[in-house]
């Protein structure tokens, strides 16, 4: 087995009860730390990256099964430098249940500046690229995800990221809009990205350092989730200073493995 090197991480956070967060109550008491019945962290051998990759063909399977074939491998863009992939682990069994890829412009520009000229203002920025998002179905699914977006922003917090910015398809959108993310691109413009089948996407950004900020402005529902209550069980790690992170390079990796669209 490949053995990535990539230092552990500092434990960042805890649950709430059963298996649903409690994103809707404003007056929970800062502080609060809640245990989940899973755990994210990110992947480091083939193992877990066979895992991910189990999760997203599911994921893809269900909503764009044309393309379920060519995410049943690793893609290239899994070993990049500057690429981390989170994996959600159910503590029952060890299941997968949920996985998304963080690629960062620190050794490399962003995958999705192939097709996308990005606002100068932005490029000067320290940005993660969040793709591949991608659930198991039924529960705890949407408490799933919303830990893995939990997980992507302690992750750039971790590593001094600046920005989060995501492709969306229609009306995957607007998922990211409740979520605070907002257009980088004049107007509320949908592109169609060759990379991924030429469907078109809306490019959507989410500044790390005013997220706490606007979410108290606005009496976000998701306040304390995101900013008060702790999960310890998502374990996102650091990045070497001076290096890129990489994940594990599987040696039946496809050379001309094809890029797919998002699955959110």
Known sequence: MNELHIPAATPLARTKKAYEPRVNVLHE????????????????????????????????????????????TPEMDDTEDGAVILLAESKLDGSPLGTARIQTNRYR????????????????????????????????GRLVKMILFKACFLYCQQNGLEWIVVAARPPVDRSYEKLLFRDVLAGKTFIPLPRENNVPHRVLGLEIETLKAHLTQTKHPLLNFFCYIQHPDIDVGSEVP??????????????N???SPLDR
């Not at 990005?118 to 320290?126: A, H, R, T, V, Y």
């Not at 001076?242 to 050379?255: I, K, M, S, Y």
């Open 29 to 72: 008491p800062k502080g609060t730390e809640e245990r989940l019945p899973f755990t994210v962290r990110l992947v480091r051998n083939e193992d877990d990256l066979a895992k991910a990759v189990q999760i997203r063909h599911i994921a893809y399977a269900r909503h764009m099964p044309l393309f379920a074939d060519a995410l049943s």
């Open 257 to 259: 493995a094809p890029a």
């Open 242 to 255: 001076g290096r890129p992170a990489r994940t594990v390079v599987p040696e039946n990796l496809p050379a």
């Open 109 to 140: 520009p962003l995958n999705m500046e192939q097709s996308i000229e990005l606002p100068i203002w932005l490029k000067d920025q320290s940005i993660a690229e969040v793709r591949r998002l991608a659930v198991a179905p039924g529960n705890p």
